[in-house]
């Protein structure tokens, strides 16, 4: 008399087929480690037309490979060069994160070392544009000097006349600075 086939339990196939996707997504994943990986670039801001509009007044983004200034300190940082308007993201190894360009104020930073000293999911800045993403770090001249990106991803220029303290950015590099910038993260204002 033949002997019957002996029947698996339905959780066995279950482990089996749990077992089998998981070696493919094992040799899948090396095999991606292999090739070459493509690099993030943010899209550049539109700013508003406007007659005196300046070209070179709008930030365009750069791979990290802009390098980080010179005495601008050591460890994890936030860099703000006054005279090329740009700010760097530096990790605790002195590597930058991410760089990319911003739109200043009227009221300048002095050149020194800060310490983000407050946070702000959202305002209205002082000149009136919907802001989000706002790190204060510094006040002169009793005007208050912070990082932020305009909801809209816009930076009109200052009103004439008009004392700003808000460090302009694109949107997607706010969100960054956002993440980047806990309270009490130090910032490092260079010309």
């Known amino acids: 008399m033949p002997v019957p086939a002996r029947r ?4 066995a196939w279950v482990t089996g087929l749990t077992a089998g996707a998981i070696v493919v997504v094992g040799a899948l994943t090396v095999q991606a480690d292999k090739g070459p990986h493509p690099t993030a670039t943010a899209a550049k801001p539109s700013a508003p037309a406007s007659a005196d509009a300046k070209p070179s007044a709008s930030p365009s983004p750069t791979p990290t490979a802009e390098p980080v200034p010179d005495g601008s300190g050591t460890g994890r940082r936030i860099v703000y060069s006054l005279g090329r308007d740009r700010v760097w993201l530096v990790d ?6 991410r760089t990319f360009t911003v739109w200043p104020g009227t009221v300048d930073p002095a050149s020194g070392s800060y310490t983000v000293s407050l946070r702000k999911d959202a305002t209205t800045g002082s000149d ?4 989000e993403h706002i790190i204060y770090f510094s006040a002169k001249s009793g005007v208050n000097i912070a990082f932020s990106n305009a909801v809209d991803g816009s930076s009109p220029p200052p009103a004439s006349g008009t004392q700003t303290g808000g460090i302009r ?3 997607a590099d706010g969100a960054a600075l956002w993440a980047f910038g806990a309270t009490g993260t130090n910032v490092r204002v260079v010309e």
């Open 8 to 11: 698996l339990p339905s959780w």
């Open 92 to 97: 605790a190894d002195d590597a930058a994160r």
């Open 128 to 131: 009136g544009v919907q802001i």
């Open 169 to 171: 950015m694109p949107k």
